[in-house]
C-alpha cells in the first residue's frame, strides 16, 4: 500500500503544493502572487471577445490584466462576436507564448472582472488527495526543495530497478526512453516487463510532477511487446491524468495524450533563457531565510546578502517575515547564491 504525504509552503512570494507518494515527489503546484487570478485553471470571468477565427472555430478574449488573450475554442451552433461579452472559466493556465485555454459558459454582462477565483493550492491538494493533512514549516519548505529540484531534472536513475529513465520535452511532443540493465539469472521476458511497468508508473509521476501535457511517445524495452498487456500497465500509470492512448507500433513506441491543464514547472521558474529567473532566485533568498528563522529561534535577527538585482526583489517579501529577517544587498555575492548570517 502507498504511503502519501502533503505539504504546503506559504513562504512570501509564492505558495507551494506538494504531493510525496512512496518517498518521491508526485506533484508541485505554484502559485505566485503576481500571477492574474483570472488566468488560473478554473478561475471564472467575463472577457471581451477581441477577434474571431472561423478557421480556427475560436475566438481570442480579454480577461484584464498583462498576457496574452484566452482562447476560447467554440463548439458547434457557438457564435460570439468581436467587442461582445462572454463568460468563461479557465480550463489550461498560459503557457510559453498561449493565453489560458477557455470554457464558454454563456453571455456576460458588465465590465470585464473575476467572477471567482479557481482553487488555491490547498483546495488543489485536497481534490488531489483528500483527507490528508498538509504539513507546513520547515519540512514543507525542504520537501518543495526537493520537488523542484526533481521536477526541473530531465530524467532519473533506479538503480534498485536497474532503470534509467529519461523524460524530456521539445515543442512537438514529450518523448520517454526506458533503459533497462537486465539481472543475470533472471527470465528476460519477465525481467522487460517489469522494467516497462515500473518505467511507464515513473514517467507518469515526473510528467505530473513537471506539470505537463500534450502527445507523449514512449520508447519501451524491447520490441516483441504484448500489446494488451501494455495497454493495461499504461492505464494503471496514468490513471485519472485523462490520457487518451494510441496503438503500441511494432517499434515499441507507445503513443498517448494529455490534456494541458497547469504551467510547466519550469516556465513559472525559469526565464526565457533557461535559467531561474530574477524573482525566482529572490524568493529563494526569502525562502532560505525562513527555514533559518524557523530552525534558529534564539537569534535576535538574521540578514541574507545576495546580488542587488535579487535584493530589490527579496527586501520587500523578506519584510513580511517579521522584525528578525532582513535583506542586505552584496554585489560581491554571485546571482543566484546568498549567504544568512546573525546581524
Known sequence: ??????????????????????????RLILHREDEPATHRPGARAVGRVTGVDPALRAAFVDLGGR??????????????????????????????????????????????????????????????VPGVEPVRGVEA??????????????????SQWGLDLAVQRTRALI????????????DARKGRAEANRRGLAQAARIIRLKGWGGLVVVDLVGTALDPAEV????????????ATFGPLSRFG???????????????????????ASALTRAI?????????LLCDTATPRLVAR????????????????????????????????FVISED
Not at 144 to 156: F, R
Request: hydrophobic letters at 40%.
Open 67 to 128: 498576457g496574452p488573450a484566452g482562447f476560447l475554442p467554440l463548439s458547434k451552433g457557438t457564435t460570439v462576436r468581436e467587442g461582445e461579452a462572454v463568460e468563461v472559466e479557465v480550463t489550461a493556465a498560459p503557457r510559453e507564448a498561449k493565453g489560458p485555454a477557455l470554457r464558454h459558459l454563456g453571455p456576460g454582462q458588465g465590465p470585464v472582472r473575476l467572477i471567482a477565483p479557481g482553487p488555491d493550492v490547498l483546495e488543489q491538494l485536497q481534490t488531489l
Open 175 to 186: 518523448a520517454v526512453d526506458i533503459d533497462h540493465a537486465p539481472t543475470p539469472g533472471r
Open 284 to 292: 529563494a533568498v526569502v525562502r532560505a531565510l525562513r527555514h533559518d
Open 1 to 26: 500500500m502507498s504511503t502519501v504525504e502533503v505539504f504546503v509552503d506559504d513562504s512570501p512570494g509564492e505558495v507551494r503544493g506538494v504531493v510525496v507518494r512512496d518517498g518521491r515527489s508526485e
Open 306 to 337: 545576495c546580488a542587488p538585482e535579487e535584493a530589490v526583489l527579496a527586501t520587500p517579501l523578506a519584510a513580511r517575515l517579521g522584525p528578525r529577517a532582513g535583506v542586505r544587498s552584496d554585489p560581491g555575492v554571485a546571482a543566484g547564491r
Open 141 to 158: 519548505i525542504r520537501a518543495g526543495q526537493e520537488a523542484e529540484a526533481a521536477a526541473l531534472a530531465s530524467g532519473e536513475v533506479f
Open 253 to 275: 513506441l507507445l503513443q498517448l495524450a494529455l490534456p494541458w491543464r497547469d504551467r510547466p514547472v519550469e516556465e513559472v521558474l525559469n526565464d526565457a533563457g533557461g535559467r
Open 231 to 242: 495497454a493495461v500497465m499504461a492505464k494503471a500509470a496514468f490513471e485519472g491524468d485523462g
